[in-house]
Every structure is written in structure tokens, then in C-alpha cells.
């Protein structure tokens, strides 16, 4: 039988500052995640130069705290993985100079892992991928459907050309009233609204290309519209209307790619993973199609430390590790 692998995983990319042990890729052992959106919310969004300053605060603290409620030492870990890119330059150096650190003091190797290989992995904390897959990848930054024939291995079908979903929630959001980030807020209000707002459907091609920033403009003009003729802009109703929009052209194109690319499995990730609307649709189609899915649980849809550290695991096992010469990347493709 093979030995058990404990994954040290570091998370900073953002504004959370997190710190998980992972088992074997899939077991999780503790997690500890430090948020600093009560902070941000003030500005509307996150302010990069905040984030990497508390990013400094927390650090050591939430690593600690995690080797506490794991009951572990460093010394107990095989390798120590950490998110060098993309996200936010000044705060994914923080991570990265943690890890470094520690792999550097504790002699463990150092598997750095890119920020969307972490996001789908967090599946594999549900229940252990399977392949060949399909990969829809939804969060503030990012969306692309993803086909994985096998563990690590990325072909991008396609992606966003403009804003991320997870982007446009928040700007929807920030329309009607609602403090960053608004996806959660515009998931709950549509889910008492109803679609009585006419939006187009953004990019509805062939591709497995995303637009998103014509449907913001049009929620925009709308709501302009509705205050300039002197009409109270019913939010439930646009909200209904926009999450329609947003979970009818996702859902087409994930059913196209499922067709073409005969998978045997479909998983969802990033922070629009935790959308309910999102969530029902995509079951129903995986259910029509017979093919078996899975979503992260709520609290992993979000940036965290565990899907880095199961994610780290993979790597790991492929020898995927690096030198302290490794550098954070802001953008950097999947792969
Ligand atoms: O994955 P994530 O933490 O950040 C990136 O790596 O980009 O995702 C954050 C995004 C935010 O835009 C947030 O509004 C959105 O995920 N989000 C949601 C929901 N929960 C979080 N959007 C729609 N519905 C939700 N329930
Ligand atoms: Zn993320």
C-alpha cells in the first residue's frame, strides 16, 4: 500500500489569506481561511494595495492556526503547494514567499499551483474526479469550460472574451445598490424575482467563447431607462432576469461541449459555483445526459487552501516541483 501524502496548501491570490492540509489529495484535514471582503467592502472591490498589507497581518497566523487544528507539525507534511498565479501580483507574493520559506526552513519540496487547477480540484474533496471531464470554471476572474482527459491535463475549449461571470454578478449588483461582491445577494433576490426584464442572451455562437460585457451594459441602460421614465427599477425582477440570461447561455454551451467531447464527468468551480440557479441547471442537464457530476461544497467555491493543496497532490505525484527561483505570475494560461 502506498504511503499516506500530506499537501501543506497556501492560498493569497486574492483577498483571503488561506492555509489547508490535504491527505492523498481528497481528504481534508484543516482549513483555515482569513477573509478581508469586510474590509474591501468599503471600496467597492478589492484594492490590491490593502489586500497584500493584510495578506502580511495574516500569514503566519492562519498557517499556524491550521497546523494547530490539524494537530500536525511542518515536519509532518511531504510537500508544501501555494498559488503562484494568476491573481493579484503583491498578494500572491505573500503566499509565495511563505511557502518558499518553509519549504526552504523544512527541507520539503515546493509545487507551485496555478489558481484554476486549485479551483477545479476542489471537487476531488467531494469525491474523486473522474475522467475524461468537463470542467466549467466561474469565478471573478475567470470563465472557460475545461476538457481533462486526465489528472492535470488542461485543454481550454473556450472563455470569456470580455468580463468574467463572477465580474458581471458583481457589477449587476453594484447597479441596484448591493456592497461587493454582489453575486451572493443577486442569487438570493433572483431567486424571488421574476423574468420580467427582456436582456439578451450575450454571444449565443457556436464557440465556447463567453461575452459578458454587453449584457452588464445592457442591465445598465435598463436601469437608466426605468429612472429616467420615472419607473421604480424592481431588483428581484432584474435580478431574475439577469441570472436567466447568465445561467441559459452557460448552460447551452456546457450541453455543446458535453456532446462533442463525450465525457464521463462534469464538475463546476470558482466562487459562481456556489449560484443555486446554476447549480439546478447544470444537474438537469447532467441528469438528461446520464453523466455523473459533481459540485464543490459551498465554502470551496470561494478561494481557499484546500482545493490548492488537493490540487498540489497531482502535482506531487507527477514530480511537478520547483526551485525557490519561481517567480508569481499575475496572468498565466492553465496548463
Ligand atoms: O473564485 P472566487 O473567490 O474569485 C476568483 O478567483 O476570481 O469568486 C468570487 C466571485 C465573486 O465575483 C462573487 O460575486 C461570485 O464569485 N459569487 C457568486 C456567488 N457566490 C460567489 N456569484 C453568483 N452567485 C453566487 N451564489
Ligand atoms: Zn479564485
Do not use: W
Not at 224 to 240: V, Y
Not at 246 to 268: D, H, L, Q, S
Amino acid at each position: 500500500m502506498m504511503k499516506d501524502i500530506y499537501i501543506l496548501g497556501i492560498e493569497s491570490s486574492c483577498d483571503e489569506t488561506s492555509c489547508s492540509i490535504v491527505k492523498n489529495g481528497c481528504e481534508e484535514i484543516a482549513t483555515v481561511i482569513s477573509s478581508q471582503i469586510d474590509i474591501h467592502k468599503n471600496f467597492g472591490g478589492v484594492v490590491p494595495e490593502i489586500a497584500s498589507r493584510q495578506h502580511v497581518k495574516n500569514i503566519t497566523m492562519v498557517i499556524e492556526d491550521c497546523l494547530q487544528q490539524a494537530n500536525m507539525k511542518i515536519e509532518d507534511v511531504d510537500a508544501i503547494a501555494v498559488t503562484y498565479g494568476p491573481g493579484l501580483i503583491g498578494s500572491l507574493l505573500i503566499g509565495l514567499e511563505a511557502a518558499k520559506t518553509l519549504a526552504y526552513i523544512y527541507n520539503k519540496p515546493l509545487i507551485p499551483v496555478h489558481h484554476i487547477a486549485g479551483h477545479i480540484y476542489a471537487n476531488n474533496l467531494v469525491k474523486k474526479m473522474e475522467f475524461p471531464l468537463l470542467a466549467l470554471v466561474v469565478s471573478g476572474g475567470h470563465t472557460e469550460l475545461v476538457y481533462m482527459k486526465e489528472d492535470l491535463s488542461f485543454e481550454i475549449l473556450g472563455g470569456t472574451l470580455d468580463d468574467a461571470v463572477g465580474e458581471c454578478y458583481d457589477k449587476v449588483a453594484r447597479v441596484v445598490g448591493i456592497p461587493y461582491p454582489g453575486g451572493p445577494s443577486i442569487d438570493k433576490l433572483a431567486a424571488i424575482g421574476k423574468k420580467s426584464y427582456k436582456l439578451p442572451l450575450p454571444l449565443d455562437d457556436n464557440s465556447y467563447n463567453f461575452s459578458f460585457s454587453g449584457l452588464k451594459s445592457a442591465v445598465i441602460n435598463l436601469a437608466h431607462n426605468e429612472e429616467q421614465r420615472g419607473n421604480e427599477l424592481n431588483k428581484e425582477d432584474l435580478a431574475a432576469s439577469f441570472q436567466n440570461v447568465v445561467v441559459e447561455i452557460i448552460g447551452k454551451k456546457v450541453e455543446k461541449a458535453m456532446e462533442e467531447k463525450g465525457i464521463k464527468y462534469f464538475v463546476t468551480a470558482g466562487g459562481v459555483a456556489a449560484n443555486k440557479r446554476l447549480r439546478e441547471r447544470l444537474s438537469n442537464i447532467c441528469e438528461e445526459k446520464n453523466i455523473d457530476y459533481c459540485f464543490p461544497a459551498i465554502r470551496y467555491c470561494t478561494d481557499n487552501a484546500a482545493m490548492i493543496a488537493a490540487a498540489g497532490y497531482y502535482y506531487f505525484l507527477k514530480n511537478r516541483t520547483s526551485g525557490f527561483i519561481i517567480n508569481a505570475k499575475s496572468s498565466e494560461v492553465l496548463k
